[in-house]
């Protein structure tokens, strides 16, 4: 028997494995090379069509919506992240009064795409007399509204999942629900689903690209806007690459550093000191 869950493959098997990432690579790289070559063959990489991203009031603009995008999605993220929190409090409460008008809230939200919320943010209800809706209001108010319902119910999950001997242990030393959330169930939850919660804040960074809709000038808004000058040969697809490599790297850096937080979590979690019983003590006694 072994002490892992699979067999480890043979001498074919192996040979065989290597051959399938031959081909496979070889696949690939042949689908790369086709591309490229059509690219080169109907003049995507001509200086014509690269020239517009030459000038330095161009690469200005693209920096100036660079750091939009980013400001758009570090204000949904950090307002997702509150609102989810406290609607999975809402979510979670023994009372219906609170329980059920956060579920139909949820719901709601969550079956709502988020493209139609910044319409209905920017087009629907400045008419009502909602006239300090700008496209940046628009696009986190949309975003925070379906990222936060979507974010509650993963931190419900995260605090379900754990065993009920931690919330039993809890009230068993004197603590009451409000204490045994803050200080035992929600800490555990966000640790455990971590990973979902960087992914869903993916997720934020890339819906920011639907504010274009709403004129707000983002990345996807300046490609579609170079991409269409016709005075220096429509460059679609340079525009395309430009301005999707930067989101590829935003992205990256988005998973770097949610790999950090792992990390840095895994490590405390390993250094961690010993309990203070008494401390623990004096603080049950004070709540």
Not at 247 to 273: F, Q
Request: charged share 15%; hydrophobic share 55%.
């Amino acid at each position: 028997m072994t002490n892992v869950l699979y067999d480890v493959p043979g001498p074919r098997a192996i040979r065989r494995n290597r051959i399938l990432g031959v081909i496979t690579v070889l696949i690939v790289a042949a689908g790369l090379a086709f591309v490229i070559y059509r690219f080169a063959v109907t003049g995507q990489f001509s200086q014509e069509k690269w020239r517009i991203f030459s000038f330095p009031l161009v690469q200005k603009t693209i920096l100036e919506a660079t750091l939009s995008t980013l400001t758009a999605f570090g204000l949904a993220a950090v307002f997702s992240l509150i609102l989810g929190l406290l609607l999975s409090i809402g979510r979670l409460s023994d009372r219906a009064w609170v329980r059920v008008p956060t579920t139909l809230f949820l719901e709601l939200f969550r079956a709502i795409p988020v493209l139609i919320l910044m319409m209905i943010m920017y087009y629907g209800l400045p008419p009502l007399g909602f006239t300090f809706i700008t496209p940046l209001v628009a696009v986190v108010t949309a975003l925070t509204l379906y990222n936060g319902s979507v974010l509650a119910e993963v931190f419900r999950a995260g605090v379900q999942s754990l065993p009920n001997g931690q919330s039993e242990a809890a009230y068993a030393i004197g603590l009451r629900k409000s204490a045994v959330m803050r200080l035992v169930l929600y800490p555990q939850a966000i640790r455990a689903m971590m990973p979902v919660i960087i992914s869903q804040l993916v997720v934020v960074l890339k819906d920011t690209a639907l504010g274009f809709i709403v004129t707000f000038h983002e990345l996807l808004y300046l490609a579609k806007f170079y991409g269409a000058q016709v005075t220096y040969g429509s460059p679609i697809i340079p525009a395309t690459i430009v301005f999707g490599a930067i989101y590829v790297a935003l992205c990256l850096l988005l998973a770097a550093l949610a790999k950090w937080v792992e990390i840095r979590s895994r490590r405390s979690l390993r250094v961690s000191k010993p309990v203070d019983v008494q401390k623990v003590e004096l603080q049950v006694n004070e709540i």
